[in-house]
């Protein structure tokens, strides 16, 4: 009895899930989608997305073992440098609260540990302040990541271009909804979607122990769009302009990685080059191909092949949702290509980790009064030298005229 009705629930629920009048053209049926297969191709069948979360593990071990085996050695190699920060002592209950609050605090939270620690006020704060930067990435750890992306993107989109070039709808973006959803799907190109997604989900599984950077909520929604993208693409067989999409994006993330790497290593003009043909690179791809020719094609073309349908507005959405996160990005860099022309270098990348944003902070009191004295000794100085100036010359003019009362008299 229980096994009949689950059954029945399971019927219920892919009854819901995969309707076809939601995921195909009206008159398409699940039985189309794929039939058109040759040898050496195969049907997209939405089970196949299972076998990239056991992938997504694997990327996760492959990228821990990448990162010591090569890219500690390759950072050492090019000459990264971390910078050596004093520890926090040992103290449990302030550590308790660093734990649970971070940085959110506020001044009565410190006067009431002041009671419970034996500690004053700016003792805790500069407890704190030592116990923040001890959980600040180093540029090891950042050069490491940022080298294992670089790896995967760089061999992603060599692979890509390779599996696309002889493709007809590489270079005519019409062929891409010509015989929609009956299309074949190429072994390679089935391969292409089933690793970029279990990359993107082995992401999703890290992004707690990777390095936090000033976009992390706008990575957290390209992550998820591109994870839903693939995924229902590949479902409803948009594979071919789907491998036009995952190819556009790879072009310039490698380029992008490579830049972090060596800004890392302290190789500026190295970087800056990167960076400019990063930025020239990205620009073209996502503000001119990707909206004119791929997103132009899947929202006015592919209606001349079947007519709108829930998919359709769904999957144009996500496309749309990419294309926002695009300006965005471009936005700021933009905003680095504007310091780098007109101010002659990078200061800074613009998506860098939240936690590296700013200068490193004092690590002693006397350091913090140091530079709030420096801060005021512009000032002051400025005044002083205004008022010595101020004084020398009242004094000659009161010389001057007393030479003036005198030389009557002499005469």
């Not at 050496?40 to 076998?51: K, M």
């Not at 006020?121 to 500069?126: A, E, P, S, T």
């Not at 080059?273 to 791809?285: C, D, S």
């Not at 209606?303 to 359709?312: A, C, M, Q, S, V």
Request: proline content about 4%; overall charge neutral; glycine content about 4%.
């Amino acid at each position: 009895m229980t096994t009949i009705a689950i059954d029945r629930m399971e019927e219920l629920l892919n009854q819901w899930l995969w309707q076809e009048n939601f995921w195909l053209p009206s008159g398409a049926t699940w039985q189309d989608v794929g039939n058109d297969t040759i040898e050496g191709s195969r049907r997209p069948l939405p089970r196949d997305l299972l076998l990239t979360l056991p992938l997504a593990l694997g990327f996760i071990a492959v990228r821990f073992v990448f990162e010591r085996v090569v890219a500690l050695p390759l950072s050492r190699t090019l000459g990264v440098c971390d910078r050596v920060r004093a520890r926090a002592p040992p103290e449990p209950r302030l550590e308790a609260f660093y734990l649970q609050r971070k940085n959110h605090y506020s001044q009565s939270d410190l006067l009431g540990l002041e009671k419970h620690c034996g500690l004053t006020v700016r003792q805790i704060y500069h407890w704190l302040r030592l116990r923040r930067n001890q959980d600040k990435p180093s540029n090891t750890k950042k050069f490491c990541e940022a080298s294992w992306r670089f790896v995967f993107y760089l061999i992603a989109f060599v692979a890509g271009l390779i599996s696309l070039i002889d493709a007809p709808w590489f270079w005519n973006h019409r062929e891409s909804w010509h015989g929609h959803p009956r299309q074949a799907v190429a072994e390679a190109q089935y391969w292409y979607y089933i690793l970029e997604l279990s990359f993107y989900w082995s992401l999703v599984f890290c992004v707690s122990v990777d390095v936090k950077r000033k976009d992390f909520k706008e990575q957290i929604v390209h992550h998820i769009a591109t994870i839903f993208l693939i995924s229902f693409s590949y479902c409803g067989n948009y594979i071919r302009v789907g491998t036009l999409v995952m190819l556009v994006h790879d072009s310039s993330d490698f380029l992008l990685e490579s830049a972090k790497m060596f800004n890392y290593a302290g190789w500026r003009k190295t970087c800056d080059g990167l960076f400019v043909l990063f930025a020239v690179v990205f620009l073209v791809t996502r503000l001119i191909i990707f909206p004119c020719r791929v997103v132009y094609s899947t929202i006015v073309e592919s209606l001349d092949f079947f007519d709108p349908f829930p998919g359709y507005y769904f999957f144009n959405a996500l496309l749309l949702v990419l294309q926002a996160l695009h300006v965005f990005w471009a936005y700021l860099i933009l905003r680095m290509v504007y310091k780098f022309v007109f101010l002659g270098k990078v200061e800074r990348d613009e998506r860098s980790d939240e936690e590296s944003e700013g200068e490193e902070e004092e690590e002693g009191d006397g350091a913090e009064e140091e530079s709030c004295w420096e801060q005021r000794k512009g000032p002051l100085n400025s005044r002083l030298v205004l008022l010595a100036n101020n004084c020398v010359f009242n004094n000659l003019t009161h010389q001057r005229r007393n030479i003036n009362s005198r030389m009557p008299k002499a005469r």
